[in-house]
């Protein structure tokens, strides 16, 4: 198995056969240099909660762009993100960042979830083709990060289209010198926007989600103006392109399999588990990189320190040791809702898990009720994006 095989068209197209591959090769196959991936659940938990293995951004940024490739500003401001971190700095930033962003704040957005839901379903034609991705799964949650930011809605394409570009470069492969300078653009951009957003909260506090950032104390630990401003945009690349994916996957699994889907359409109770079903069956978020912070053994198999590890999350969400039927999709499997892995383990789990089920039950929920006879037209000759850390539609033709 080499890294190539994961950048291929028949890759983006159906990643599972390969990660089938990679698990029949081994428990921690070599794809690269000083690189192994894994694809069996056991491992990929066993990773994720090991305090042995952690991040390695800027190294892995050094070793495929080189030591100048670290100081370009787009590495730079996402290294700042509380995502890129081992303890103790991820420890003091995700605390501070929970304070902001917990439970309680993100029950409260469900009418808004609902409400930008209704809205963008109302805009779609009655009497004529409509993309679901371009018109209903991107704007969804971008506009509800919007409204949680209290930013004008007229913002949001921009933001979209900016953070897009800043995520290209959390790919595994080096960009090109164009698409890095477009990456760097995108970052710098972001960063004066929220800059100036920072600076009116501060003239003008109110009640969202930036006005409570530059509020939150932890015992004397605050946020200081580049880490507030390096995981907004975080939550914006988060919570956006993983969302919007997941809610095309989801519509694209349930639509190839009809049984499922009349069996959602009459029991509408079932969402909750369709969607993690569908999580797990075709999630959004495909492969996470870690690194070996010191020598250690995982599954027999020594890691010496510095040694990266890709975690399969799509192929271990589709381990036949885990799963029963794995490359079926059953909404009612009792398995999916509490043991796959689709948001991680450990002390990187999403912070964002609760807001991200609460959009895709909304979305999927919505969808079911307010257009029951949905057609997909191009289920058959469907376009995937060129990545292979996110899965998802390019676009998703659908007629009522």
Not at 47 to 62: A, T
Not at 103 to 116: F, P
Not at 245 to 258: K, M
């Amino acid at each position: 198995m080499n890294y190539t095989d994961l950048s291929s068209a028949d890759f983006y197209k159906n990643p599972y056969p390969v990660y089938q591959r990679i698990r029949q090769e081994g428990r921690l196959v070599p794809v690269a240099p000083n690189t192994l991936m894994t694809g069996h659940y056991e491992i990929v938990h066993a990773l994720l909660v090991d305090r042995k293995i952690g991040k390695c951004y800027l190294e892995s940024v050094r070793s495929r762009y080189g030591e100048e490739g670290v100081h370009q500003p787009v590495f730079q401001a996402l290294s700042r993100m509380f995502l890129m971190m081992n303890p103790p700095a991820h420890t003091r930033l995700r605390a501070l960042l929970m304070k902001a962003f917990n439970a309680k704040q993100i029950d409260l957005l469900q009418g808004i979830s609902q409400s930008v839901t209704d809205e963008l379903i109302d805009a779609l034609p009655a009497d004529g083709p409509f993309d679901l991705v371009s018109e209903f799964a991107v704007p969804m949650p971008i506009r509800i990060i919007c409204r949680m930011m209290d930013l004008c809605v007229e913002d949001a394409l921009m933001l979209g289209a900016e953070v897009g570009e800043v995520a290209q470069s959390l790919e595994p492969a080096p960009l090109s010198a164009d698409r890095l300078a477009s990456a760097n653009r995108a970052a710098r951009n972001l960063e004066a926007f929220f800059k100036d957003v920072i600076a009116a909260r501060r003239e003008k506090p109110g009640t969202d989600l930036i006005s409570t950032l530059l509020s939150v104390n932890d015992g004397g630990e605050t946020l200081s103006e580049d880490e507030i401003i390096s995981n907004a945009i975080l939550l914006f690349a988060a919570g956006h392109e993983t969302t919007s994916n997941a809610i095309g996957n989801a519509l694209v699994a349930l639509h190839r399999h009809p049984d499922q889907l009349d069996q959602l359409s009459a029991r509408p109770e079932l969402v909750p588990r369709a969607v993690r079903e569908c999580l797990r069956y075709d999630s959004s978020a495909q492969i996470l990189q870690r690194v070996a912070l010191e020598d250690t053994e995982i599954d027999g198999v020594t890691l010496l320190k510095g040694t990266f590890v890709l975690l399969s999350l799509g192929a271990a969400n589709r381990d036949p040791a885990q799963f029963d039927e794995p490359d079926r999709l059953i909404i009612q499997r009792t398995q999916s809702s509490s043991h796959s892995i689709m948001f991680g383990a450990g002390i990187h789990y999403c912070l964002g898990a609760r807001l991200a089920m609460l959009e895709l039950e909304t979305a999927l929920g919505t969808v079911l009720r307010r257009i029951p006879k949905l057609s997909l037209t191009n289920l058959d000759s469907l376009q995937w994006h060129p990545r292979n850390t996110l899965r998802g539609v390019i676009s998703l033709t659908g007629i009522r």
